[in-house]
């Protein structure tokens, strides 16, 4: 999807980067043309100040994704869902961050939800970064333990897929 993106918006990288900026943040637009979060709009001039960028550049953006009917159809169904892993400690959770060596590579996820279930631990929340838009994409897994044992950082870090872990 993100090839097809970049094509579309090549002529015009500050468009690029309001799509890029949206899609990190599950921003969708509505019928209107408005860029929301959940369904609540938000203004473009919020929008142009966090990225720099001047708010009709931003309408810009929301105008030619409409016009476009499969950036339409992903846009208008964006969800930004809650992001546990900046609260985690305050509820008692642990967070545990994967980068693997190579994000496009099949079973990653796989192969890590497995030690977590070998060692008994339930899983509050996961997500991964899209390997097409995050610089350095990683796999977040949120358990719900506030201490995890070390066994299970050792098993993590001895998968073949695993470049760096973060605790």
């Given at each position: 999807m993100w090839a097809d993106i970049s094509r579309e918006f090549a002529d015009s990288p500050s468009q690029g980067r309001v799509v890029r900026f949206m899609l990190e943040n599950g921003f969708g637009i509505n019928s209107e043309g408005?860029?929301?979060?959940?369904?609540?709009?938000?203004?473009?001039?919020?929008?142009?100040?966090?990225?720099?960028?001047?708010?009709?550049?931003?309408?810009?953006t929301a105008r030619r994704i409409l016009d476009n009917p499969e950036l339409r159809e992903?846009?208008?169904?964006?969800r930004a869902a809650p992001d546990l892993s900046r609260v985690a400690e305050a509820l008692g959770l642990?967070?545990?961050?994967?980068?693997?060596k190579d994000a496009?590579?099949?079973?990653?996820?796989?192969?890590?939800?497995?030690?977590?279930?070998?060692h008994d631990l339930s899983i509050?929340?996961?997500?991964?970064?899209?390997?097409?838009?995050?610089e350095e994409p990683r796999l977040v897994m949120i358990v719900d333990e506030a201490r995890v044992p070390s066994s299970v950082y050792e098993d993590l870090r001895a998968l073949p897929q695993v470049k760096q872990l973060i605790i």
């Open positions: 408005r860029i929301v979060c959940n369904g609540i709009e938000i203004p473009a001039t919020h929008i142009g100040r966090a990225i720099e960028t001047d708010r009709r550049v931003v309408d810009a992903v846009f208008i169904r964006m642990s967070v545990i961050t994967l980068f693997p496009h590579e099949k079973g990653i996820v796989g192969a890590a939800v497995k030690v977590l279930v070998d509050r929340q996961i997500f991964v970064t899209d390997p097409y838009l995050a």
